[in-house]
């Protein structure tokens, strides 16, 4: 939040001492500027406000970042004011200022409500122009104020009309803000925070680069001589910058990996401020703000504004954007009047405070032993910017709520900043844990954009230049944006962008792939294959490889399991090892002298696309977990392992006779979340499956009930009981028969020998419904479609139900089929409510109670719909012609008895005597022959309705 300045506290800051000053500083007591003193003063106000801002060398000198900041901040206050004198001083008024005068009372009575002080600055969350609209609106509020003040004197009366409008109207805030806008240009030209914080800086390029940061903050203050210790962390820093972008040994020879200083593309983002209860974590949230370019610009404008020394900035992104890599180059890139300290989360001990971190990251990197006050003294009024890097490794890895991480932050920068050590800090993780932690208020979050082709584009520049040499001597191309763009779920990643193309290094893979048109799984089957191949390569030989690459597939594939059956994109080393033994899988390798690997170790250490997390506890203990680097990696491993299992299932049951096959693994993997909530799962299984899959998974289907137990009892993600265990187990398989066959299924092939499929349908429907999790169940009506069928007009035979995918649906709102359903009695309606009232069903609660006023009588039921339905259609139109509007009209004849004294009656008869004019003449022939026809009421009802209609 901005520091609250009055008007002379502003100029008193900038050396300021003049008398007219001193003088309105104490008319009213305290801090407020009376309305006659203001007008009569504006000349002297002027004149020292001008001034002031006029030797901005002297003010904006000075080599204590605290000190600075201020003095511009109370700048831009004068600023604000003297343009607002500056344009009262050029209105004209049809009398006196000396006719203005008001007592003390008078005065503070008047400007009760009114601020005239601490204006809002501009920031890098708050555009200029929206800066201005803020101003605008209190410089409203002062020429309203004003005009208040003349109306309630006594020369208003003498006033004429026309002179009366144009006292002190809408022109004076709309100059004001015309010669503060004029002023701000200037001294942004002068003074380069001014610049910063409005973007008025120029652009040599399209896209800054983050090299532009030491090129705009540099020279903001006086040279100093660095202390040596500083000095040695800033070289520590500056040399990540000659290192390979990536720490990988996965290189074929002769290929380089470029500079993390040459390779590094600065992305877009976006950002905001949220508000209490505001979830950053979501799109949706995001989704509202504007994709910007120039994060030099708006780091350069935080880091310069006071706001820097009050409360964390949090920087946001998916895994593989470029977080970690931001935060090294912005520690090198940082000029001598800043004093970064990078402290990776994952190396310090997760319990200490934010001081401890500090300094262990400090002695990590140097060597040196360092104390927090020592290092910010020794920074000599340069402001100290610590970039707490991985706070989701923090959450994930040790399992501990840190929702007051962000609230510590804030405190310590404020013990600093009381104690004249202002330090500013940034705080990297992933988004997908941003609602897991409480802001301080006027906290600002960033998030790193994907790359767009541009930025990809500029990346491969840089790839392909640094390997020019190596693709010639091994005759391959380089990587092309065709190539690049057609996987662009992926390379819009730095990290994954970097996966693609050391791909592509070995044989042009990657062009050979969109060559072949293989589909994505194959893609994601040819990726995975070929880093295993490569690193196995190393240790064991050739011939054994095969069949290791599979283990090795395997084992990621129960870790993908491990993910989602806990309903997380992560899942810690523990977890993972606990499953693999459960599933009595090989969980350990001797590794020669060394300790033995875990099995999340084995599954995880030689995979580019894997991110592992860690946190350090304070006895030393490192806790891991993992996370695939793009969710869609998992997806394809759930399917992939999914699809060998029941390969291998379908061999086991062509060789057994008398046995059933066992689903023992795949039971045990699909009993504890539902596929549905991942549709890309759903998507790679049907690329990839076998048709033979269906009949196996049906008849497992049928076998489902049978089962007692699972064939893993230690795989336990969580605790479920055996009910919810069999739903999420017959859903997926249910998934799993309609996914690999487009033709359509039948329930009655699912589920064999059941007289009704409708109610054997509509048990399991319960089923799923009552053990999934809300949004477990909508993903599942999403993605499986039920469809009525048979009789004369479909198929021929008994009623059915036939099932579909359909991932890609959106809400249905076509006419529901009813056909199936036998005349409800009398008593329906109230069972129902009975039902629905004894459940707690949200959805259909809501619905009775809409209807609640029309039901009972009006749910009798004729061919098919029932008289509530014919009503609704004709109150609301529903037909889209003529003749669909008859037709309704019609069907009326044959419940006319009920709507003799029904309670929606008179609004029956009025829709349809208003809709006559639009049928032919015929239809309302035989509207009123079939209405009429065979009652008295109905004869009634359509004579009440001829009445209206001809009037």
Known sequence: MAREYRYADAVRLLGGDDPAVRALDTVLGVATLGLWDLIDAKGELIRVGNDLLGRWRDWRAGKEWRGRTDRIEAAHTILVLTAFFEALDGIELPFSARELRMSKSEQVTLLRGVDLGSPVCPSPQLPFEEAKSVILVRYERLRGALRSFA???????????????????????????????????????????????????????????????????????????????????????????????????????????PSLGDAYVTPRFRSGRPER???????????????????????????????????????????????????????????????????????????????????????????????????????DGAL???????????????????????AKVARFQQRELDAGRAVAVIVTSRTAVADRVDYPEGSLVTRLEPFDLEEIEQWLEVWNHANAAYFDEAGLRPLSMEVARAQRNLAEQPLLLLMLALYDAYGNALRRNLADRIGEAELYERLMRAFAERELEKSHPRERIPALVEKELLLLGIVAFAMFNRGRQWATAAEVDADVEALRLSARRP?????????????????????????????????????????????????????RLLDDMVVQESRLVVEEVSDGMLGTLLSWSTLSTRPPVITFLRESADPAWRGLATRLFALADLRDQLAHPGYRPWTAGPARRNAYYTANLLKVALACDPARLLWSRVRPGHEDPFTEWRRFALLWRSQLANEEWDSLTRVVRATSVGGAADVGGPADLELALDTGSTWDLTPMDTSWIAPPDTGAYLRARQGVLFSFLPHETLFLHALEPVLGAALSWNGGKSLLREILEILVLRGPNEDGRARSYLALAEYVHYLSDHVITEAVIRAIAGDMATLRESQ?????DEVSRGSIAGQRLMSRILRLHSR
Do not use: C, N
């Not at 090129?215 to 000095?231: E, H, K, S, T, Y």
């Not at 100290?384 to 962000?406: H, K, N, W």
């Not at 869609?632 to 999914?642: C, P």
């Open 277 to 379: 209860a505001e979830d950053p974590s979501q799109e949706a949230w995001w989704s509202e703000r504007e994709v910007r370019d120039g994060l030099p610009r708006f780091l350069a404008g935080y880091l310069t504004s006071p706001e820097a020394g009050r409360t964390p900035l949090m920087v946001l992104g998916q895994p593989g954007a470029g977080k970690s890599v931001l935060t090294k180059v912005l520690a090198a890139r940082l000029p001598a009047d800043f004093v970064p300290v990078r402290v990776p989360l994952r190396d310090v001990a997760a319990g200490a405070d934010v001081q401890e971190q500090i300094e262990q990251a400090v002695y990590q990197l140097s060597g040196e032993r360092l104390h927090w006050p020592d290092l910010a003294r020794a920074a």
């Open 924 to 928: 309302v022939s035989e509207v009123v």
């Open 591 to 643: 590794t020669s002298l060394a300790t033995p690997l875990t099995a999340g170790e084995q599954a995880f250490g030689r995979f580019f696309f894997v991110h592992q997390a860690q946190a350090t506890r304070d006895g030393g203990e490192i806790l891991q977990t993992y996370e695939f680097l793009h969710a869609t990696f998992g997806e394809f491993l759930i399917a992939r392992l999914i699809g």
């Open 151 to 257: 109306e309630g004197l006594s020369l208003w009366e003498r006033l004429q009309e026309h002179q009366r409008e144009w006292v002190f109207d809408s022109s004076l805030a709309t100059a004001a803000i015309r010669r503060y806008e004029d002023g701000y240009r200037r001294l942004a030209m002068d003074v380069p925070e001014f610049g910063f914080w409005s973007a008025m800086v120029e652009h040599q390029a399209t896209r800054a680069r983050l090299a532009d940061l030491a090129r705009l903050l540099d020279g903001l203050a006086p040279a100093r001589a660095q202390d040596a210790q500083l000095a040695a962390l800033g070289k520590l820093h500056q040399a990540a910058l000659r290192r390979p972008v990536a720490e990988t040994g996965d290189v074929p020879a002769g290929l380089a990996l």
């Open 384 to 406: 100290p910017v610590v970039i707490l890097d991985g706070f989701d490794e923090l959450l994930q890895a040790t399992g501990v709520r840190q929702s007051d991480y962000l």
